[in-house]
């Protein structure tokens, strides 16, 4: 019920290409309306962002223009391009990616007693809650920054942006419990005819003013940063947005693999991206004024109306992917033990990750529409956005450098060759990114640093909780002891005592043997081990060992993305020896309330006891998912001081 150390292995190695082969377009077709919706739809705000107040209000000069525009191209090259796709890419656990498989790919709950891997798995938490800081941002700037096109299409529809933008939320949000299913399907396809849209678009505006295509040349971005100085390092925080995203290419490799990633990539995403960044420079270049909106200005007249409904089902694809992504992380970081459980809705029958997480999906929805009333404009939401993003690409950067090193047993200097090439820039956009706290930028900087708060908390929380477990538990002999002493009757039937301990009797028999003076003929001691790995096959899932007097030791090992089906796992356990009636088996479920030992000096603080006591009485119980029958359990309660 909490992960454990076990001896299987995780890879840092390359996966396969993943469902579908390597030949698959129609899986590189679905990754568009997965994993390139947050990058694709950054367009419509991160060229303006760049010329707006927050940036310092840059004039739309010639040389700005081409400068801004260099530093978009080889931001995409450098960053996303070489670092993500060609780098990053190669990293993964067993085929899965994302910022907590770099956590469990670093075995988190082995030498923690050690305080350089206790603060490197305490950053990769940092990380992870700034990226969920960020998904909170994106519903928000995504959805506002396409319905503000209305005020282009007509200045009278400027006062419906704002509440248009509300009701598409509360509309998304509020069908998230239905799944996607029935409509993922259409993902691909719409986001495919955004990225041809985009890519015309951008075609069309260079070739009115061709002159944008010097920013090719990187000297261009140079000049820029010599001729603003300061300003020129404060508008990077406008331009990393072009970035946001890029997580989610390695947060799905698991779905995919490399290959359709990459080829959706290079095929059509970077070139479409490029061609729509050069175009909207163009647009400068032409009229200096369509600077408030350089995305819209590039449609033409009788287009705008079709682009901007076309630029709103594209962000609410967007969205949609942030917020099931945000769903699987939440479920991942309780399976490994970093979050209090949350009530989980398998959503489809046929797909075992689409889940619907309810108190994720009302907290994101009340996040994204007080952003929007806060800030009423994506230019100004842009300054709360990027801080959240760049914390978590510098926190990869770091965990990929210890993966490689310690699990792809890269040589030292080519680990390090990657580590002094990216952190530099990472940490040159979150130091811009950092100015823009005071503008808005406290928003994630406070939501990560609640979701540390918890994360951390939880983790030691466990931690203490298993310890005071393992100290305080008896042994085989201790138990037939107190049957000797107190006369305990063996009774027909089975007993299933859930427990987090390897070792020893848990709590909840010996309480159980104290009061009721009986005991089934037929004890497993069951313990749900969440491995560092994100699927455990059937042939490595069942550990078993027959302990005497009628009493087993029974360890079912799942991956961390897999689901838990007790039952039919224990009925497989009669090809091992040991065989269940599971009709006549009742489940014990022991549940440990913390209770704080001030003064103890290898504990928490007082107030982290307290929010450990919250978070355990408000969690969702842990066995739900366990497909145990309701009439079959039996909870016990006890009380643990840490």
Not at 145 to 167: C, D, H, K
Not at 191 to 216: D, N
Not at 323 to 350: N, Y
């Amino acid at each position: 019920m909490t992960p454990q150390d076990t001896a299987s292995s995780s890879s840092a190695t390359p996966v396969e290409e993943g469902p579908g082969g390597a030949g698959s377009w129609p899986l590189a077709l679905a990754v568009l309306g997965v994993v390139y919706g947050d990058l694709g739809t950054s367009t419509i705000y991160a060229l303006r962002a760049a010329f707006s107040a927050q940036a310092g209000a840059l004039a739309p000069s010639a040389a700005n223009v081409l400068g801004m525009v260099s530093l978009v191209l080889w931001t995409l090259l450098l960053v996303v391009t070489l670092k993500y796709v060609v780098c990053v890419l190669q990293a993964d656990n067993r085929g899965e990616g994302g910022v907590f498989a770099l956590i469990a790919l670093l075995r988190p709950w082995r030498g923690l007693d050690r305080w350089g891997r206790r603060a490197l798995i305490l950053t990769g938490l940092a990380g992870a809650s700034m990226l969920y800081a960020g998904i909170m941002i994106t519903p928000a700037i995504s959805i506002l920054s396409a319905v503000e096109g209305l005020a282009i299409v007509s200045p009278r529809l400027g006062g419906f942006v704002v509440p248009a933008t509300i009701a598409i939320l509360a509309l998304l949000f509020a069908v998230q419990h239905l799944g996607t299913a029935r409509i993922g399907a259409l993902f691909g396809p719409l986001m495919a005819l955004w990225f041809a849209a985009i890519a015309a678009l951008g075609l069309y505006g260079i070739v009115q003013a061709p002159q944008v295509l010097a920013a090719v040349d990187p000297r261009h971005a140079l000049h820029f940063f010599g001729a603003n100085g300061v300003a020129g390092f404060v508008v990077l925080f406008a331009v990393f947005l072009v970035t946001t995203g890029a997580e989610a290419m390695y947060a799905d490799i698991g779905h995919f693999g490399r290959a359709p990633i990459r080829r959706a990539w290079f095929v059509m995403v970077l070139p479409a991206l490029v061609l729509n960044y050069f175009g909207q420079g163009a647009v400068l270049l032409r009229d200096a004024h369509a600077v408030q909106q350089p995305f819209f200005h590039l449609a033409p007249a009788p287009l705008l109306l079709p682009v901007v409904v076309l630029a709103t089902l594209a962000t609410v694809i967007a969205s949609q992917a942030a917020i099931t992504g945000a769903f699987s992380m939440t479920r991942q970081a309780a399976q490994l033990g970093l979050m209090p459980h949350s009530r989980v809705v398998q959503t489809s029958d046929e797909t075992v990750g689409q889940v619907y997480v309810p108190l994720v999906n009302w907290m994101l929805m009340g996040a994204a529409i007080v952003l929007v009333v806060l800030f009423q404009s994506s230019d100004r939401l842009a300054s709360t956005y990027g801080i959240s993003v760049s914390t978590t690409m510098v926190v990869t950067s770091i965990l990929a450098f210890f993966v490689v090193r310690e699990r792809g047993h890269w040589h030292w200097a080519a680990a390090l060759l990657f580590l002094l090439g990216f952190l530099p820039i990472d940490l040159a956009y979150l130091g811009a990114n950092a100015l823009q706290i005071p503008h808005g930028g406290w928003f994630p900087v406070l939501a990560g640093a609640g979701f540390f708060t918890v994360m951390s908390t939880w983790r030691r929380g466990g931690e203490l909780l298993g310890r005071q477990a393992g100290e305080n538990a008896r042994t085989l002999d201790d138990l037939l002891h107190v049957f000797e002493r107190d006369q305990v009757a063996r009774v027909a039937g089975t007993a299933v005592f859930l427990t987090a301990q390897r070792g020893g009797m848990p709590a909840a028999l010996c309480h159980h043997v104290e009061r009721n003076h009986a005991l089934q003929r037929q004890v497993v001691l069951l313990t749900v081990s969440i491995e560092d790995v994100p699927r455990v096959s059937g042939d490595e899932r069942i550990e078993l060992h027959d302990l005497g007097l009628g009493f087993f030791r029974v360890v079912l090992h799942y991956g961390y993305i897999q689901g838990v089906n007790l039952p039919a796992d224990l009925a497989a356990c009669g090809d091992r020896g040991l065989t269940i009636d599971l009709a006549a088996a009742t489940y014990y479920i022991e549940y440990r309330s913390p209770l704080s030992a001030h003064g103890r000096r290898d504990g928490m603080a007082a107030w982290r006891d307290r929010l450990l006591g919250v978070l355990v009485r408000n969690s969702a119980d842990v066995t739900q998912g366990f497909r145990i029958p309701v009439d079959k359990i039996v909870e016990v309660g006890l009380r643990v001081r840490i």
